[in-house]
């Protein structure tokens, strides 16, 4: 209730990164006085990975005091020079190394799935920030299907309050899953989502403007959003949250050390099955070098994870570290993201806006009339001209057609789903014969899908075509395409049935942890950014309140 009447005024208590910030620059401020360590200093953590995952876990460990160094394979950004307004020349910011595909529906890999360089992902990711439901982590439990995790929403909801406000995430009062509000108020919502958002009134279904981590007003020295919907080129103006300006300058102020242009080969094990580091190469020197630390946290997402895990192979692990039960690299997850786009007689305009702008969760939760469990979630998009192209030619049409469906850009609107998909062992990460650049075997990942994911995705598709055709669509284009990655690495409650415990400790190895997407033992139908954040975020307070009792190996 007073959270609802104070809303952006009550700011974060323990994260200064909006402070921090430069108003006439956007370089990561505390670069030229950032803390260093040497490879012999056993630092307390090292982390892989300075994304979601690992800059969240960082923030708040260093603010209670822990020295820390971040290993990032990608460069630091400087976004003035490196970010530019345009998709092609964006192309630096993905995670473009070789990777191998394979499965009845090959996922492909690149800008869609995951980035590379301080701030991860998030960097480039279109900002829609929900959180995940509380059926989400019992679905084994309530729907017969998927996994249970071993710990649930309200072990994260503290989390998600405090990082909403760090963002801060944008949004009308949500109805969906736990209802709740948001600290900042909805953003004005542009002519095609507008257009789309009527369809579904008109339909029954509900939409709600939201929720995004772009500032709606200002937010310490950060400006408001200028509408230019650039989001996913990198947010130059820093209206858009990523931990390059939510958790990074906070982090440095604390004495982090983040050594970018870094890439983390293999995590070392002593006799006792104790971590004593990470072992990684820098780009500029192609040496070898180990980083000691008394606690190893791998935060390099669903795909890295289970391959450096994969790659760290000993006499003791010789199918790679904390594989002993064959569970590494299992239970990668994507979810399904169809879009849909209409053709309006009006001029829309859909790129004056992010693209993430207004969404339903009306249908997230299972409905058995429906023929499926579980379910999808809503949400209007706006690609812009390139990602328009590659939508139009998924649906057939190319040559003199494709042209034309280029000039009348300014008149469609797209509505797309997130459908959730379900885990499977055999939708996994292994290891390929090919090597990459340091000489390690690159990642390898296989996706099939189950029938009752096919029956959500076409369901799904039909749910927003209706929606299209109530707004007055003239035509529709569709492309069918999967987003997000989740998994690989999972928590749970046994070796056997996960790599890591409640408290991200890997089975095998109790001083190694894994704090990233690739924990996440179900996707549900949202976005996944502020829930691995919120994981890291309860992670580094049960750690440093000691609350992650001493357990030997198992
Ligand atoms: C185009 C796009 C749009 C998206 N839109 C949304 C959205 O709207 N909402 C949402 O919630 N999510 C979105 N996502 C997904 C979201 O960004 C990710 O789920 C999230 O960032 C994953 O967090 P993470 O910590 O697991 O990994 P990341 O944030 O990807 O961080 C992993 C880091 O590890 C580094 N790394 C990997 N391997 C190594 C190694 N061996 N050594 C050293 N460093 C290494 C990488 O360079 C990277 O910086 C989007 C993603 C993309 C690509
Ligand atoms: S639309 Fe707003 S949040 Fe997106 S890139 Fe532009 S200023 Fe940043």
Not at 32 to 58: I, Q
Not at 59 to 87: K, N, T, Y
Not at 161 to 183: I, K
Not at 458 to 469: A, C, F, P, R, T
Request: with cysteine.
């Amino acid at each position: 209730m007073i959270a609802n009447l104070l809303k952006g005024s009550r700011g974060p208590s323990a994260n200064d990164s909006r402070f921090l910030l430069d108003v006439h620059r956007r370089d990561l401020p505390g670069l030229d006085t950032m803390r260093r360590y040497g490879d012999d200093e056993e630092v307390d953590l090292v982390v892989v990975g300075a994304g979601a995952g690992g800059s969240v876990l960082a923030q708040r460990l260093a603010r209670r005091g822990w020295r820390i160094v971040i290993i990032e394979a990608g460069p630091f950004w400087h976004p003035d020079e490196d970010w530019v307004s345009d998709e092609a020349g964006s192309h630096e910011l993905y995670w473009n190394q070789k990777r191998v595909i394979g499965g009845e529906d090959p996922i492909s890999m690149g800008k869609n799935n995951s980035g590379r360089g301080v701030g991860g992902s998030m960097v480039h990711y279109a900002g829609y920030t929900p959180r995940f439901h509380p059926s989400d982590f019992e679905t084994l439990t309530r729907d017969g299907v998927g996994a249970d995790w071993p710990i649930s929403y309200w072990d994260l909801k503290a989390h998600y309050e405090e990082l909403e406000r760090e963002m801060p995430v944008a949004g009308q009062n949500w109805p969906w899953g736990d209802p709740h509000s948001y600290p900042f108020s909805p953003h004005p919502v542009g002519g095609a989502a507008q257009m789309l958002w009527r369809g579904a009134l008109e339909l029954g279904v509900e939409m709600r403007v939201g929720p995004v981590g772009i500032v709606n007003g200002t937010f310490g020295n950060r400006p408001h959003c200028i509408y230019r919907g650039y989001c996913l080129q990198g947010c130059k103006v820093n209206a858009k949250a990523s931990p390059y300006v939510t958790h990074l300058p906070d982090a440095l102020a604390h004495g982090v050390e983040i050594r970018a242009d870094s890439m983390a080969v293999r995590v070392e094990v002593d006799g006792q099955d104790r971590a004593t580091g990470v072992t990684y190469v820098r780009e500029r020197d192609g040496i070898e070098r180990h980083q000691r630390a008394a606690l190893v946290a791998l935060c390099a997402y669903s795909i890295e994870t289970p391959r450096l895990l994969l790659n760290s192979t000993s006499r003791r692990f010789p199918n790679g570290l904390c594989n002993n039960e064959d569970q590494v690299g299992r239970y990668v997850m994507v979810q399904g993201a169809s879009q849909i786009a209409g053709r309006f007689p009006e001029e829309l305009r859909m790129y004056k806006a992010p693209p993430p702008e207004v969404s339903s969760e009306q249908f997230y939760e299972t409905d058995e009339s429906r023929g499926f469990a579980r379910g999808f979630s809503i949400q209007t998009v706006s690609p812009l001209p390139i990602g328009w192209a590659e939508h139009v030619l998924a649906d057939g049409h190319f040559g003199a057609a494709l042209r034309e469906y280029m000039r009348d850009y300014n008149h469609w609107a797209v509505i797309g789903v997130l459908n959730e998909l379900l885990p499977q062992p055999d939708n996994r990460v292994t290891l390929a014969d090919e090597r990459d650049e340091y000489g390690l075997p690159v990642a390898r990942f296989d996706h099939s899908r189950s029938a009752n994911d096919e029956r959500n995705m076409e369901y799904s598709k039909d749910v927003i075509k209706g929606i299209l055709q109530s707004s007055g669509a003239q035509d529709t284009l569709t492309i069918d395409r999967y987003a997000h990655l989740i998994g690989g690495a999972r928590m749970g409650t046994s070796p056997r049935n996960s790599v890591v415990d409640a408290d991200h400790r890997a089975w095998a190895v109790a001083n190694l942890l894994v704090a990233d997407g690739s924990v996440c033992p179900t996707q549900g139908a949202a976005n996944p950014a502020l829930t691995i954040m919120a994981l890291s975020s309860r992670l580094a307070q049960r750690l440093a309140d000691k609350q992650v009792g001493a357990r030997t190996a198992a």
